[in-house]
């Protein structure tokens, strides 16, 4: 049977604070659990469910938000088969997604595409895994066109990984002279997988990490300061706020008596820094995109003891946000917006919270990279970078909607008219191939 990298929490806890925001997810089971949160934008939010209960039931169910959380609704993934895990979800806006899914015990599995929001999924790319060999980890979309898979060996070199560049119509391996030889016995796991900008990462049972910074065209191969990222005695999860910039948590023994320490990483994962012990109790994390900040939860189901908590220097000191509340897996999008997983004990009041605290953002890697003036500002805003080219322009309103968006074209300057919009405050995100930059605009 294949590991998964996914921590599951297995209580409930009925505790509010006033830090976070309890929301439906739409779910109707009792202790439906929320895993794997994609957050798209302010407005739209896809997660997986599972079975918080501890039964271990299957479970093949999503739930999406385009409305920032006021309303969720809840779906089935039908891939036709109820024996398949659903192995991650990949949205890429409020109603076109994809989703993996594989037999634990068979392996082999896919990828199904949903363009209706989830009503129905269609089988992509059927002839991949089928090989006696084949395991399926992980689906991962840069944008609506280019995505990858990537699933376990099935020749003596290489993983078996495809590319498309059409939403997924049509799919092509990634040529053997493109991905860096195995070593005898490697392979992936479910949920070992990160990504941000144009890069993204797996990881394998012999502490290898596997990057690619193109979108899947070319690959790289990294030794990382562990052996394995879930054996029964280590393991690890790899986190990146942006192309560069990332943290290794690694796990030494399981359980209760686990200890932990934490690498960090300035270029990519090529390499890590002296290790250093890591005695806080959050261990499920997410960065804030661009930023040194880390966001975690801590759920110990012995002690009961629960905390919400943010640090500005890559886990290494801690800021309390809350306690006495059972949260679980964590996503932020910015400073001010971010979702912690929850258990449903009621279809119409809780299952996920939003978190509506105080901005958390430090100053992003890439603020020094970047000239925005004026600010405040009456009509035209110019953008500029000496060498950062960015793609996208997209400005929200303090209520976290979507006002302007624009796509920059790959340029280092940019002037943007925003005289249509009302005075006030607004967050600008810049995004680039290094990260996304988020900057506070005052709209005279």
Do not use: C
């Not at 779906?75 to 398949?84: E, K, S």
């Not at 910039?245 to 796990?251: F, M, Q, S, T, V």
């Not at 690498?263 to 661009?290: E, R």
């Not at 996208?392 to 002037?415: F, H, P, Q």
């Amino acid at each position: 049977m294949k590991k998964n990298l996914l921590i599951l929490f297995l209580s409930i806890s009925a505790t509010f604070q006033a830090q976070w925001v309890s929301q439906a997810t739409g779910f109707t089971t009792t202790s439906r659990g929320v895993s794997d949160i994609n957050i798209v934008d302010a407005n739209t939010v896809w997660a997986l469910g599972y079975d918080g209960s501890g039964g271990g039931a299957n479970v093949q169910e999503f739930t999406r938000t385009i409305d920032g959380g006021t309303t969720w609704t809840a779906g089935t993934i039908n891939v036709g088969n109820l024996n398949l895990e659903i192995t991650n979800i990949s949205p890429v806006n409020g109603t076109t997604a994809w989703v993996g899914a594989v037999s634990p015990t068979a392996g082999m599995g896919g990828v199904w595409k949903t363009s209706n929001g989830g009503t129905t999924w269609t089988q992509q790319n059927a002839t991949a895994y089928t090989n006696a060999s084949s395991f399926f980890n992980v689906v991962h979309f840069f944008n609506a066109n280019v995505g990858i898979t990537q699933g376990d060996p099935i020749t003596a070199t290489d993983f078996e990984v495809y590319r498309t560049t059409d939403g997924g119509a049509t799919w092509t391996a990634v040529p053997p002279a493109n991905m860096p030889n195995i070593i005898s016995g490697e392979y992936g796991y479910n949920g070992g997988n990160v990504a941000a900008g144009n890069s993204f990462w797996f990881v394998t049972n012999l502490g290898k990490l596997y990057r690619t910074t193109d979108m899947g065209v070319t690959w790289s191969k990294f030794n990382t300061p562990i052996t394995d990222f879930a054996g029964a005695s280590v393991g690890g999860t790899v986190l990146f706020s942006d192309d560069n910039n990332g943290i290794l948590l690694g796990r030494s023994g399981s359980g209760a008596s686990a200890t932990y320490t934490m690498y960090t990483t300035s270029n990519g994962g090529a390499t890590w820094s002296a290790g250093v012990p890591y005695t806080q109790p959050y261990l499920s994390l997410s960065f804030i995109p661009g930023t040194t900040t880390l966001v975690g939860t801590a759920s110990n189901n012995t002690t009961l003891t629960y905390n919400s908590g943010y640090s500005t220097d890559f886990g290494a000191t801690w800021t309390a946000i809350d306690s006495g509340v059972q949260r679980t897996s964590i996503k932020f999008l910015n400073g001010t917006t971010g979702w912690a997983g929850g258990f449903t004990t009621s279809s119409t009041t809780d299952g996920i919270y939003k978190y509506t605290g105080a901005n958390l953002r430090t100053d992003s890697f890439l603020a020094s990279n970047f000239v925005i003036y004026p600010n405040p500002v009456n009509e035209i805003i110019s953008i500029s970078s000496d060498d950062v080219v960015f793609e996208n322009i997209s400005l929200t309103d303090i209520n976290g909607r979507i006002v302007k968006e624009t796509a920059t074209n790959s340029v280092t300057n940019y002037n943007l008219n925003i005289s249509d919009l009302n005075s006030g405050i607004y967050f600008m995100k810049i995004k680039t191939a290094e990260g996304i930059l988020d900057k506070k605009i005052i709209k005279n």
